[in-house]
């Protein structure tokens, strides 16, 4: 019922205020895609991307042991090798100074296993650029997902992390540990020097640190596919998003 109601709240505000992208255009936007393995996907998502209209697409690569590397130049997109050392956390943080270091004004991130849509960043960035949102996240909760694409064990901790931490800030989030996100360049300048994480505990970090520096943050429904490839997301891994959830919640 919640989500329900989220969902209908959200509609009318992103009607109105999305703007053609295709105004503006794709050139200064960068779109980062964090990897790790991911050899069987993302040709794929690099073309789909590329279909949409993204022109600079780069490929954070994570010390990939397959031939993720070789796929990704072969569709045409700069590849590099992340820094800082191992775990999502330091691709996303490479991929923000690659963005600091080029002209853009738009940095885009998605996760490079075909989960996330392309086309679903267009009313992502049309929020950013109308210069009332400085970061938007994509709610797979709030949009279309794919059978069997999210565990029901998945659904219910995003829920829960995303309703609790959004509660400490008194707003109301349902999925703040997506793949999907947006930011402005001056975001961008004001949260890298703050973020620190190495693992997917990233998203927690960045959802945190924008609402604690008073950015102005939204949430937009977005698809969501069935991944290709084994999950890197083990068991193991999901404790630990909790623990940074629960740390985050009592700092």
């Known amino acids: 019922m919640l989500v329900a109601l989220m969902a209908n709240d959200t509609a009318p505000a992103i009607e109105g205020r999305v703007q053609d992208l295709n105004q503006k255009g794709f050139s200064n936007i960068l779109l980062v895609i964090p990897t790790l393995n991911e050899e069987a996907s993302i040709q794929s998502l690099i073309n789909e991307a590329k279909a949409c209209g993204f022109t600079n697409i780069a490929v954070v690569d994570g010390f990939s042991t397959d031939r993720t590397r070789e796929a990704a130049e072969a569709a045409d997109a700069s590849v590099h090798e992340q820094e800082f050392g191992v775990g ?48 938007v996240l994509g709610s797979r909760i709030l949009g279309k997902r794919e059978p069997h694409s999210m565990p029901a064990l998945s659904y219910a901790s995003n829920l829960t992390v995303s309703f609790l931490l959004g509660a400490k800030f008194r707003r109301l ?49 977005v698809g969501y596919r069935v991944r290709k490839g084994a999950t890197k997301f083990r068991f193991k891994l999901r404790i630990r998003n909790l623990y940074y959830a629960m740390r985050y919640l009592a700092s």
């Open 173 to 221: 989030f349902t999925d703040v540990q997506t793949g999907y996100w947006v930011f402005t360049r001056t975001t961008v300048e004001r949260i890298y020097p703050l973020i620190h994480s190495t693992g997917f505990e990233i998203e927690i970090e960045l959802f945190v640190t924008a609402l604690k520096q008073k950015l102005r943050v939204s949430e937009v429904p």
């Open 88 to 135: 999502k956390g330091c691709g996303i943080r490479t991929g923000m100074k690659l963005f600091l270091q080029s002209n853009a004004d738009i940095l885009c991130i998605i996760d490079g296993d075909t989960t996330n849509i392309p086309s679903d960043l267009t009313q992502m960035v049309g929020l950013a650029r109308n210069g009332n949102v400085d970061v």
